[in-house]
T-cell receptor, first 115, second 115 residues
Framework: QQQVKQSPQSLIVQKGGISIINCAYE??????FPWYQQFPGKGPALLIA?????SEKKEGRFTISFNKSAKQFSLHIMDSQPGDSATYFC??????????????FGKGTLLTVNP | GAVVSQHPSWVICKSGTSVKIECRSL??????MFWYRQFPKQSLMLMAT?????????EQGVEKDKFLINHASLTLSTLTVTSAHPEDSSFYIC???????????FGPGTRLLVL
């Protein structure tokens, strides 16, 4: 089964610090890598996404770094705030039709930002 | 933009009854919709993919006679849990994409409790 491995499982960061979550994938056909944020009892919300033609994408305090050769990508949250406390999921898909557009999710990272 | 709604947000039913959950894309037409199940503190598990006007494609291990999916229009997909049992209690989340291979936008989820 195609997998996306996410780490760490949980992360505690102080307010103002940098939160870093890492993901690694196996399938070289993956060409779309989104990150989702989920609060308890809510559906996941798209945070930011990247395709392999760029190595980094930044939107506000959120940055994705992508390393195609290592088959790894990571989410950096700068100036972390208590309101960022949530579960974060990385995902990947082939994006080329058929069954390849299904998202394969990591297991999630529970982020806690202490005030 | 890209808003997906679900109804109801939570439902409690007796064992043996059927429950229908609706998923609507409010501001775009969704050629593809997905249904997920999520257990507490776990990742999302894809149950099935539905394309407007055609039969849903179920993931391995998902009983298609128990989880009936209908994608009758470009803005509406429904999931019916037939003859629900306590083990079907879970958080059900739908997502929608404007086109196959594009970003999935998630609904807020439906919590089902079967007594």
């Amino acid at each position: 089964q195609q997998q996306v491995k996410q780490s760490p499982q949980s992360l505690i960061v102080q307010k103002g610090g940098i939160s870093i979550i890492n993901c690694a994938y196996e399938n070289t056909a993956f060409d779309y890598f989104p990150w989702y944020q989920q609060f308890p009892g809510k559906g996941p919300a798209l945070l930011i996404a990247i395709r392999p033609d760029v190595s980094e994408k930044k939107e506000g305090r959120f940055t994705i770094s992508f390393n195609k050769s290592a088959k790894q990508f990571s989410l950096h949250i700068m100036d972390s705030q208590p309101g960022d406390s949530a579960t974060y999921f990385c995902a990947a898909s082939g994006g080329s039709g058929g069954s390849n557009y299904k998202l394969t999710f990591g297991k999630g990272t529970l982020l806690t930002v202490n005030p | 933009g890209a808003v997906v709604s679900q109804h109801p947000s939570w439902v409690i039913c007796k064992s043996g009854t059927s429950v229908k959950i609706e998923c609507r894309s409010l501001d775009f037409q969704a050629t593809t919709m997905f249904w997920y199940r999520q257990f507490p503190k776990q990742s999302l598990m894809l149950m099935a993919t539905s394309n407007e006007g055609s039969k849903a494609t179920y993931e391995q291990g998902v009983e298609k006679d128990k989880f009936l999916i209908n994608h009758a229009s470009l803005t509406l997909s429904t999931l019916t849990v037939t003859s629900a049992h306590p083990e079907d209690s879970s958080f059900y989340i739908c997502s929608a994409s404007p086109r196959a291979g594009e970003t999935q936008y998630f609904g807020p989820g439906t919590r089902l409790l079967v007594l």
